[in-house]
Protein backbone atom coordinates (compact mmCIF):
# COMPACT_ATOMS: atom_id res chain seq x y z
CA UNK A 1 0.00 0.00 0.00
CA UNK A 2 2.61 2.00 0.82
CA UNK A 3 4.43 1.70 -2.33
CA UNK A 4 1.04 2.69 -4.22
CA UNK A 5 0.68 6.02 -2.09
CA UNK A 6 4.15 7.06 -3.21
CA UNK A 7 3.33 6.44 -7.23
CA UNK A 8 0.41 8.44 -7.03
CA UNK A 9 0.31 11.79 -7.23
CA UNK A 10 -2.14 13.65 -4.41
CA UNK A 11 -5.28 12.84 -4.94
CA UNK A 12 -7.08 16.38 -3.96
CA UNK A 13 -4.91 17.71 -6.39
CA UNK A 14 -6.27 15.82 -9.20
CA UNK A 15 -9.66 16.85 -8.22
CA UNK A 16 -8.84 20.66 -8.08
CA UNK A 17 -6.77 19.62 -11.41
CA UNK A 18 -9.72 18.02 -14.05
CA UNK A 19 -11.68 21.25 -12.72
CA UNK A 20 -8.83 23.35 -13.64
CA UNK A 21 -8.34 21.73 -16.97
CA UNK A 22 -12.13 21.34 -18.14
CA UNK A 23 -12.42 24.81 -17.74
CA UNK A 24 -9.17 26.23 -18.78
CA UNK A 25 -9.10 28.69 -15.64
CA UNK A 26 -7.58 28.52 -12.34
CA UNK A 27 -9.85 31.25 -11.03
CA UNK A 28 -13.26 29.40 -12.52
CA UNK A 29 -11.83 26.43 -11.17
CA UNK A 30 -11.37 27.69 -7.36
CA UNK A 31 -14.83 29.31 -7.90
CA UNK A 32 -16.24 26.13 -8.23
CA UNK A 33 -14.37 24.25 -5.74
CA UNK A 34 -15.16 27.30 -2.91
CA UNK A 35 -11.24 27.30 -2.69
CA UNK A 36 -8.90 30.65 -3.08
CA UNK A 37 -7.25 30.63 -6.74
CA UNK A 38 -3.96 30.53 -4.98
CA UNK A 39 -5.01 26.93 -3.57
CA UNK A 40 -5.50 25.89 -6.54
CA UNK A 41 -2.06 27.06 -8.35
CA UNK A 42 -0.54 25.13 -5.26
CA UNK A 43 -2.13 22.22 -5.47
CA UNK A 44 -1.48 22.05 -9.52
CA UNK A 45 2.32 23.23 -8.80
CA UNK A 46 2.17 19.80 -6.20
CA UNK A 47 0.76 17.91 -8.80
CA UNK A 48 3.15 18.70 -11.52
CA UNK A 49 6.21 18.49 -8.93
CA UNK A 50 5.24 14.97 -8.14
CA UNK A 51 4.98 14.25 -11.86
CA UNK A 52 8.29 16.21 -12.74
CA UNK A 53 6.39 18.11 -16.04
CA UNK A 54 4.14 21.11 -16.45
CA UNK A 55 0.55 20.49 -17.12
CA UNK A 56 -0.35 23.93 -18.00
CA UNK A 57 0.93 26.55 -19.99
CA UNK A 58 0.67 29.62 -18.35
CA UNK A 59 -0.21 32.85 -20.06
CA UNK A 60 -1.39 36.26 -18.87
CA UNK A 61 -4.81 35.41 -17.93
CA UNK A 62 -5.44 31.97 -19.09
CA UNK A 63 -3.71 29.12 -19.50
CA UNK A 64 -3.98 26.16 -21.71
CA UNK A 65 -2.82 22.24 -21.63
CA UNK A 66 0.14 20.66 -22.22
CA UNK A 67 0.42 17.35 -23.94
CA UNK A 68 1.43 15.93 -20.41
CA UNK A 69 -1.69 17.66 -19.16
CA UNK A 70 -3.59 16.46 -21.72
CA UNK A 71 -2.73 12.70 -21.49
CA UNK A 72 -3.87 12.80 -17.44
CA UNK A 73 -6.35 14.94 -18.20
CA UNK A 74 -8.06 11.96 -20.20
CA UNK A 75 -7.19 9.66 -17.83
CA UNK A 76 -8.59 11.62 -14.75
CA UNK A 77 -12.08 12.91 -16.25
CA UNK A 78 -12.47 9.07 -17.22
CA UNK A 79 -11.92 7.98 -13.70
CA UNK A 80 -13.90 10.84 -12.02
CA UNK A 81 -16.57 10.08 -14.19
CA UNK A 82 -16.75 6.53 -13.33
CA UNK A 83 -16.75 7.20 -9.53
CA UNK A 84 -19.45 10.03 -10.12
CA UNK A 85 -21.42 7.11 -12.10
CA UNK A 86 -20.97 5.07 -9.24
CA UNK A 87 -21.93 7.12 -6.63
CA UNK A 88 -24.74 8.08 -8.35
CA UNK A 89 -25.71 4.21 -8.60
CA UNK A 90 -25.75 3.80 -5.16
CA UNK A 91 -27.24 6.58 -4.08
CA UNK A 92 -30.22 6.16 -6.48
CA UNK A 93 -30.14 2.26 -5.56
CA UNK A 94 -30.82 1.10 -9.40
CA UNK A 95 -28.02 -1.85 -8.22
CA UNK A 96 -28.96 -4.51 -6.12
CA UNK A 97 -25.57 -5.70 -5.55
CA UNK A 98 -21.92 -3.67 -5.76
CA UNK A 99 -18.68 -4.73 -6.97
CA UNK A 100 -16.11 -2.21 -6.52
CA UNK A 101 -12.49 -2.66 -7.55
CA UNK A 102 -10.04 -0.19 -6.68
CA UNK A 103 -6.61 0.86 -6.31
CA UNK A 104 -5.72 -0.07 -2.31
CA UNK A 105 -4.59 3.63 -1.88
CA UNK A 106 -8.36 4.57 -2.93
CA UNK A 107 -10.06 1.75 -1.18
CA UNK A 108 -8.07 2.65 2.07
CA UNK A 109 -7.85 6.59 2.30
CA UNK A 110 -11.28 7.73 0.54
CA UNK A 111 -13.78 4.99 0.35
CA UNK A 112 -13.47 2.60 3.38
CA UNK A 113 -13.46 6.26 5.25
CA UNK A 114 -17.00 6.75 3.64
CA UNK A 115 -18.71 2.84 3.68
CA UNK A 116 -20.08 2.84 7.65
CA UNK A 117 -21.71 6.30 7.17
CA UNK A 118 -23.44 5.00 3.61
CA UNK A 119 -24.02 1.75 5.00
CA UNK A 120 -26.31 4.03 7.86
CA UNK A 121 -28.12 6.05 5.48
CA UNK A 122 -28.66 3.21 3.29
CA UNK A 123 -30.86 0.16 5.02
CA UNK A 124 -30.62 -1.84 2.20
CA UNK A 125 -27.16 -2.01 2.37
CA UNK A 126 -26.77 -2.90 5.81
CA UNK A 127 -26.92 -7.26 4.77
CA UNK A 128 -25.91 -6.18 1.56
CA UNK A 129 -22.83 -8.43 0.38
CA UNK A 130 -19.93 -6.83 -0.97
CA UNK A 131 -17.41 -7.89 -3.00
CA UNK A 132 -13.52 -6.33 -3.41
CA UNK A 133 -11.06 -6.28 -5.76
CA UNK A 134 -7.94 -4.00 -5.03
CA UNK A 135 -5.49 -3.67 -7.75
Not at 83 to 104: C, F, K, P
Request: glycine letters at 4%; one cysteine or more; hydrophobic letters at 40%.
Amino acid sequence: MEKLRRRLPPLNGLVIFEAAARLLSFTAAANEICITQAAVSRQIRQVEDFLGHDLFVREHRRVSLTASGRRLYAAVDQSLERIAQTANDIRSGTQEALTITATIGFSTYWLMPRLRRFRKRIPKCRSASWHWTAR
